[in-house]
Every structure is written in structure tokens, then in C-alpha cells.
């Protein structure tokens, strides 16, 4: 049969990136306490094309994730990139996954177990000189007004935000561990179940343990500069968001660390 993706392109113009976006597929990934775990990810795959081709095969890229699909773990997403980049005699080849990763975790008083949502995303780009992975999370927190507690006679406003960590991946880690990092940093973390003891110990601790986004950010960079010791990250970025229960706007900081590959992936 004629194929037509592979026959010349008069118009000399290359493409920097062609493939598939928001593929929705079954996924199974590293799960610390119970060794792999189901979920679903959304997934966008793209390799450059050369002037001279005139299109790209996109039922190669869904074919080859489907090989990878049951186990998507952090080593095996570069490998998957590279056999992409190469089965489609590309230069360089790009990849984005990201997928709702769940917890269980106990409320800390009285044990009661429940189910908390995390947002994680692979993000890579391979070519013949590098090979550049990042790992990203979005943690669910509460934090309470430092400026309130100490300017009201009773009481503090406290809300719910988001703490958002991206890691230039050197070697292997959890994403839980990842995630308890930036719990500890904020005035306290998210449960799905909570009775009125644990209620109690999560509000007063809050009140004992006051942020503001910039001290989020702040603690959760220093935990980062030395998360992994035997290789320790060469980048990572952190930011935070408050969604404020006394004001109508949001509350927000970020910084990074370290150099960030020049080609690296957007």
C-alpha cells in the first residue's frame, strides 16, 4: 500500500514536534507499599520530523506505548522515549504522562484509613546526546496565616493549597517520599477521613505550625538540596499556592535550583 507519510515534502519546513496528545490509557506504575499501582494517565508523545517527510506513522506511538503500558516506571519512561525516537528515525523524541496517584493514608489520632489524590507527570526528551527526565508532583495542603495568628486576639485563617515540586531526575526515588517532603513543610497535610480527635489535633498543629507560601517554598528547597545524598538533584523547582479563605485572590511563590538542561522539555 502507498505510504504517503513517508514521500517528499516540497516545502522544506521542519516540524519540531508531531505526534499524539491526551492519549488516555490504563497505566501501572512504582507503588512504594504495595509494589505497583492501576491508575490512568494522560499521555502526549511527539518526535521532530525532518523537512523531507511529508508526515509522521501516529499509530506507531500509541502501538509502542501499549508495549510499556503495565509498567511504567521511571527508568523504563526514557527507554520507551529512545525506542520511539529511533522506530520513527527521528533526531529527538518527547514525552509527557500524567496521572492521579493515590495514598492511604490514616488520620492521626484515632487510624482512620482513607484515600488521598496526588498529581504526578513524567516529563522527557531523548536525543543522541542527552537524555533529560523530569518527575513532578502536586501535593494537596493546609497553611495558616503567620500575619493573622500573631495580629488577632483568637484565632487565624487558614486555607487549602497546593504545593507543586518539579525534579531533574538523577536516580531512582519514591514519589511518597517525595510527597512527605513537602507535607512536612506546610502547616499541616490533607486526610481524606477525619473524627473529631484527629480533627482537633490537625487544626491546633496547624495553629502551632504557621506558613506563608514563601516559607512553604522555603522549607520544602532546603529538605530538596538534600532529598538524595548519594546523587543529589542538579535542578527542581518549587512553587506554592494558597487558595485564601479571607481573600478573593490567591496567595503564590517560586524559586528553583540549580541549572536546568538548555533543551530541556516544554
Not at 149 to 169: E, M
Amino acid at each position: 500500500m502507498r505510504d504517503i507519510q513517508n514521500e517528499r515534502d516540497m516545502r522544506d519546513v521542519p516540524l519540531q514536534k508531531v505526534g499524539v496528545r491526551s492519549l488516555e490509557y490504563p497505566v501501572q506504575v512504582l507503588d512504594k507499599t504495595h509494589r505497583v499501582q492501576r491508575t490512568t494517565a494522560t499521555v502526549d508523545l511527539f518526535v521532530n520530523l525532518p523537512e523531507r517527510f511529508k508526515g509522521t506513522h501516529m499509530s506507531r506511538f500509541v502501538e509502542l506505548f501499549h508495549q510499556y503500558h503495565t509498567d511504567v516506571s521511571l527508568n523504563r519512561f526514557l527507554s520507551m522515549l529512545e525506542e520511539l525516537r529511533v522506530r520513527l528515525s527521528a533526531q529527538r523524541a518527547y514525552g509527557t504522562m500524567t496521572f492521579p496517584y493515590f495514598i492511604e493514608k490514616k488520620s492521626p489520632v484515632t487510624n482512620s484509613p482513607g484515600m488521598v489524590r496526588y498529581t504526578c507527570t513524567y516529563e522527557g526528551q531523548v536525543d543522541d546526546s542527552a537524555h533529560d527526565f523530569f518527575v513532578s508532583v502536586a501535593v494537596p495542603v493546609t497553611t495558616l496565616c503567620p500575619c493573622s495568628k500573631a495580629i488577632s486576639d483568637y484565632g487565624a485563617h487558614n486555607q487549602r493549597g497546593v504545593v507543586r515540586v518539579k525534579v531533574l531526575y538523577s536516580s531512582f526515588f519514591w514519589i511518597e517520599d517525595l510527597i512527605a517532603v513537602i507535607e512536612r513543610a506546610a502547616s499541616g497535610s490533607l486526610y481524606a477521613v477525619l473524627k473529631r480527635p484527629d480533627e482537633k489535633m490537625v487544626t491546633e498543629h496547624a495553629y502551632d505550625n504557621p506558613r506563608f507560601v514563601e516559607d512553604v517554598v522555603r522549607e520544602v528547597y532546603v529538605a530538596l538540596r538534600s532529598f538524595a545524598i548519594e546523587k543529589p538533584f542538579l535542578w527542581f523547582s518549587v512553587e506554592a499556592e494558597n487558595f485564601e479563605s479571607i481573600h478573593c485572590h490567591n496567595a503564590y511563590a517560586y524559586t528553583e535550583y540549580g541549572a536546568k538542561p538548555a533543551a530541556s522539555p516544554r
